[in-house]
DNA sequence: CGCCTATTTGATCTGATTCAAACAATGTGG
DNA sequence: CCACATTGTTTGAATCAGATCAAATAGGCG
């Protein structure tokens, strides 16, 4: 997983969902981008916020999330490297949930304005983009019916499900292991489960054989039975192509 | 609520997040139109279809939803008049869910070529097409929140509260009052309650004062503190202008 | 009227939360 | 390199919000 600081596996990410042509690919490439290194757990927009720039998450776990009145925090998205977890604010003006770091992050900045011109340069990547926000809502209305209708057990599966699928598609997977770097109280703010009872959750997946989860590394061990017990399909993640 | 096939209701809709010139308006009032009516739980488009239509909801309520094994039904988004709730179609090809009628609806279907000549000549209504699906997944994001994080009680209210004001930033109410013709077991398919709990909890706010609501007709008595139970901001919905 | 669907109420059960505390791992400064 | 602080994981016990099961009541409609 090495930090390259180049768009390369935005690039991936984009020609996972439909491939790109070489021009494309080095439109991207050379997008005018502003590197910036943020430690865990720090904001890079907030709700009200009307950012003029978007993020290409090169390196590290975002997420997008939303807080409650007494501290409740729901995580509304994860964001891992090739994603553009903000990039409808190019449309959107006003920031309605917040986004921040979950680890160490490499992020390039674009301005809007360079979006804009590569877009209007590149039709099909205007509608790479717009498909990318596209993908981002299906997986937002997977999560709805993840924290909506699924026991735990299920929805725990589901997630390890998605981030494996999403990891694999931008060849972030070592086999059947990702690095999977959130503790147990950010799964519980995901999935809308206490700590305690993601834990227990945990601790019975690990005796089924299905998963091990240890330091940060996820590693599947029954893909099949795990995406069963949560009716896991990859059809909302519009993946069509593995990276190489 | 006149059922006037045509498309005005959606006009205003665009209207109200980001006002239209008098020639985008009728680039969208002349877009050719299919006029179909569909009965009560007619399914419109299911998980795996490729429409190479989007819907114009002209009246009626519509639902996306996903089931899962043993017959649960999550209800991912509600279409109210006004609103194109396959738009997404567009760019992502399949379907992974399902689009339905919740109520006797009044439907413009435009083939999909029609929408990308309009876009095409008109790139401001490109930005608003895109910017409808933006806020589409804004919503989800709002959902996904409300179904993880709220408890029964502020749950149903934000749903009131959301539902009031999409209506009336397209003109839908008349004052606080609103159709709202959904069951119970309906409300709680879209809110992850049982059809008994969100009974109770309808009866609860009752007796608060909060709302009135009987055969379809629901009436907000006291917005503010139904916004105050369920910590509902208007921000997500990124409405600009309530229609005149 | 009789049928069907939706609402309401009661009683019981359960998946998950909360509170509390022990234990393990990681990091920091002296 | 160790003492100590910090953060994360694990386990136990009590409690609760909401589900489930069951049945009564109320509307709407041919």
Redesign the interface.
């Known amino acids: 997983m090495p930090s390259t600081s180049t768009a390369e596996i935005v690039v991936k990410k984009l020609h996972s969902i439909d491939p790109l042509t070489e021009e494309e690919r080095t439109a991207i490439l050379t997008l005018p981008l502003q590197i910036r290194k943020f430690a865990r757990g720090q904001d890079v927009a907030r709700?009200?916020d009307q950012p003029s720039h978007s993020c290409l998450l090169l390196d590290g776990w975002m997420q997008?999330y939303?807080v409650?009145?007494e501290g409740?925090r729901?995580i509304?998205?994860i964001g891992v490297p090739g994603d553009m977890p903000d990039l409808?604010t190019l449309?959107?003006e006003?920031m309605?949930?917040n986004l921040g770091t979950l680890t160490p992050c490499t992020i390039g900045l674009v301005p809007h304005t360079a979006l804009r011109k590569v877009a209007s340069d590149h039709p099909r990547l205007a509608?790479a983009f717009?498909?990318e926000?596209?993908?981002?809502?299906?997986i937002?209305?997977?999560?709805?019916?993840n924290?909506?209708?699924?026991v735990a057990y299920g929805r725990l599966a589901h997630l390890f499900c998605e981030m494996f699928v999403r990891l694999r598609a931008v060849g972030l997977n070592d086999g059947n292991t990702i690095d999977f770097p959130l503790s147990q109280h950010v799964v519980g703010d995901t999935?809308?489960l206490s700590n305690v009872h993601v834990n227990r959750t945990i601790m019975a997946m690990r005796q089924d054989g299905l998963i091990s989860l240890d330091r940060g590394r996820l590693t599947i061990n029954d893909f099949d039975r795990l995406a069963r017990a949560s009716?896991f399909r990859t059809?909302?993640l519009?993946i069509r192509a593995v990276a190489a």
């Open positions: 709700e009200g997008r939303k409650l009145g409740k729901q509304i998205a409808q449309h959107l006003l309605d949930h509608t717009w498909r926000t596209l993908v981002d809502g299906s937002t209305r997977e999560w709805v019916l924290v909506g209708s699924r999935t809308a009716e059809d909302y519009h």
